[in-house]
């Protein structure tokens, strides 16, 4: 479910069940391409990514919170 959540696309698209929309949700095309691709991955490493993905994004996140702390 988290991997839809970030992919911004429903559970029935990201087993197949559904085609995806025409309309790309990240802008990043090699970003996009790998993600689709996540779909066939075993779970356990699917569950990995998660966890990889929520970290760069809790950082990155941080960093900007943190960023306009000092600046403000």
């Not at 479910?1 to 970030?6: E, G, Q, S, T, V």
């Not at 569950?47 to 000092?70: E, F, N, P, W, Y």
């Amino acid at each position: 479910m988290k991997l839809a959540d970030i992919l911004q696309i429903s559970l029935d698209e990201l087993a197949g069940r559904k085609e995806p929309s025409a309309d790309p949700k990240l802008r990043n095309y090699e970003l996009q391409r790998l993600c689709q691709q996540c779909d066939v991955l075993p779970d356990e490493d699917q569950q990995a990514l998660i966890v990889m993905m929520d970290s760069l994004v809790k950082k990155a996140h941080m960093t900007r919170v943190m960023g306009k702390t000092a600046a403000g």
